[in-house]
T-cell receptor, first 113, second 113 residues
Framework: ETGVTQSPTHLIKTRGQQVTLRCSSQ?????VSWYQQALGQGPQFIFQ???????GRGNFPPRFSGLQFPNYSSELNVNALELDDSALYLC????????????FGPGTRLTVT | DQQVKQNSPSLSVQEGRISILNCDYT??????FLWYKKYPAEGPTFLIS???IKDKNEDGRFTVFLNKSAKHLSLHIVPSQPGDSAVYFC????????????WGAGTKLIIKP
């Protein structure tokens, strides 16, 4: 059974640029959630995708957008990067949209300069 | 507005003794609580959960206690082992928005040999 993977591991971008982060869900899981974890804080829910549709969104602006593909892998896109977007971005997959038990990838560390 | 608070950034415990990690919350609508463990360079892993209709849930060395009147929960680890050294996150959710977990900032547990 393959776990959740994320790419890239680390990324450095300049303010104003755009970034795409990728996530492959665990085998058999159809739901992917994205979280932002700033330094010294807990993860904050960005949004969830279930069967290729957005299924809930946290308090993040529209420049945070996502996609889920037919194989249930997912992308997180952030436009017009700001310095405060520097964080660890975590992807989690679950077997259903309403599952508490989410399986996390190792995250992508994004630094915006 | 921090709805879930873990007031101890770190905790040091002797191997073999009991570790007690605490979590307070402000939202009385929370009805499900979870604990996750995170090792460096890895995503959080689900540890144990409790529904608001219970006041205790046990899984091996791990027990979670919920005190709804005090809006407080705690995670007990007995006996503590070196592999328990990690950051522990408390998370909570509300009813049918159960995929939107609200997380605390985490407590770093260090088990001393």
């Amino acid at each position: 059974e393959t776990g959740v993977t994320q790419s890239p591991t680390h990324l450095i971008k300049t303010r104003g640029q755009q970034v795409t982060l990728r996530c492959s869900s665990q085998s058999g899981h159809n739901t992917v959630s994205w979280y932002q974890q700033a330094l010294g804080q807990g993860p904050q829910f960005i949004f969830q995708y279930y069967r290729e549709e957005e299924n809930g969104r946290g308090n993040f602006p529209p420049r945070f957008s996502g996609l889920q593909f037919p194989n249930y892998s997912s992308e997180l896109n952030v436009n017009a990067l700001e310095l405060d977007d520097s964080a660890l971005y975590l992807c989690a997959s679950s077997s259903t949209a309403n599952s508490y038990e989410q399986y996390f990838g190792p995250g992508t560390r994004l630094t915006v300069t | 507005d921090q709805q879930v608070k873990q007031n101890s950034p770190s905790l040091s415990v002797q191997e073999g003794r009991i570790s007690i990690l605490n979590c307070d919350y402000t939202n009385s609508m929370f009805d499900y609580f979870l604990w996750y463990k995170k090792y460096p360079a890895e995503g959080p892993t689900f540890l144990i959960s409790i529904s608001s209709i219970k006041d205790k849930n046990e899984d091996g060395r791990f027990t979670v206690f919920l005190n709804k009147s005090a809006k407080h929960l705690s995670l007990h680890i007995v006996p503590s082992q070196p592999g328990d050294s990690a950051v522990y996150f408390c998370a909570a959710s509300v009813g049918d928005s159960n995929y939107q977990l609200i997380w605390g900032a985490g407590t770093k547990l260090i088990i001393k040999p």
